[in-house]
């Protein structure tokens, strides 16, 4: 069975680069316009290695988000159901998790994990010659973004809240233990604490990293719509010409006010999982 998950994600993987390698050419190769920030010069190579690249950069520095036309001839590519990048990118993911699972080493790099897992010697040689432990998985799983026809505008503006507020049930937060917490001690030190908030409410606190998203317009049909789409890195565009593109200003302040309405517990019951309880409940 483990060396079934090591051809599989060897296969995936494969797969993924391949198609990767391919759509950086086809981005790359056509001359419709590019639009990318901070005094960078338009350059669509730049912009194809952007939103391809799967390895961590030790030199190159990409653009923090952008704009580049692709024609729809092409697009198949990116978005075909079965065959495309996005598709690849889920279907490595999935192996992905699935290699996590059958682990016995947790939270340690994915060369030591595929070692703990495989007894296929070729495969697992075969990876470290890839480099494949030298992933960015986050860019790996990231979905390539096309954006719809017929843009008007698009504005990005920097996220205004550094911290995201999750509702969790008292069963949730024990899967969490189980699945975040390995010393067994330490895993029934915690649900012993957890046991005095049974019947209280909840909720998962966790730092999000400042990230950039983009209020679009687009029309249909002759009828303006609106989106608000997050951008971590350069998006598509289908169109041949560029719209209205606004860059916001850097290091703006959030001036967001805090909800009044909604009083959380500073000190939180499981510190290591971010799990806080509501004040007066």
Not at 110 to 122: A, N, P, Q, T
Not at 131 to 156: H, M
Request: net charge positive.
């Amino acid at each position: 069975m483990s060396d079934y998950l090591l051809i599989n994600l060897y296969d995936a993987f494969k797969k993924l680069q391949e198609n990767l390698d391919e759509t950086n050419r086809i981005i790359a190769a056509s001359n419709l316009p590019v639009w990318l920030p901070e005094s960078i010069e338009p350059n669509r190579q730049l912009a194809a290695d952007a939103i391809t690249e799967c390895w961590y950069q030790d030199e190159n520095v990409f653009p923090l988000s952008g704009l580049i036309s692709v024609s729809p001839d092409h697009l198949g590519i990116i978005t075909n159901p079965k065959t495309g990048t996005n598709k690849l990118k889920q279907n490595f993911k999935a192996e992905i998790i699935k290699l996590k699972k059958a682990s016995k080493k947790k939270k340690v790099s994915l060369d030591k994990m595929i070692e703990s897992v495989g007894r296929d010697e070729e495969v697992a040689e075969a990876m470290k010659i890839l480099r494949i432990s030298r992933l960015n998985l986050l860019w790996c799983y990231r979905q390539i973004l096309v954006l719809p026809k017929g843009l008007n505008s698009v504005s990005w503006t920097w996220a205004s809240s550094h911290k995201s507020i999750l509702p969790v049930t008292y069963q949730e937060v024990l899967d969490l233990i189980d699945k975040d917490i390995e010393n067994e001690g330490t895993k029934n030190l915690i649900k012993e604490i957890l046991t005095n908030h049974q019947n209280r409410k909840l909720v998962q606190m966790k730092k999000v990293v400042p990230h950039l998203r983009a209020n679009i317009t687009y029309i249909v049909n002759g009828e303006k719509k609106r989106k608000m789409v997050t951008t971590p890195t350069v998006i598509i565009s289908q169109d041949t010409i560029l719209p209205r593109i606004r860059w916001p200003e850097k290091d703006i302040k959030n001036t967001r006010l805090s909800r009044s309405d909604i009083k959380i517990n500073p000190d939180p019951i499981i510190k290591a999982l971010g799990i806080y309880t509501y004040i007066n409940e």
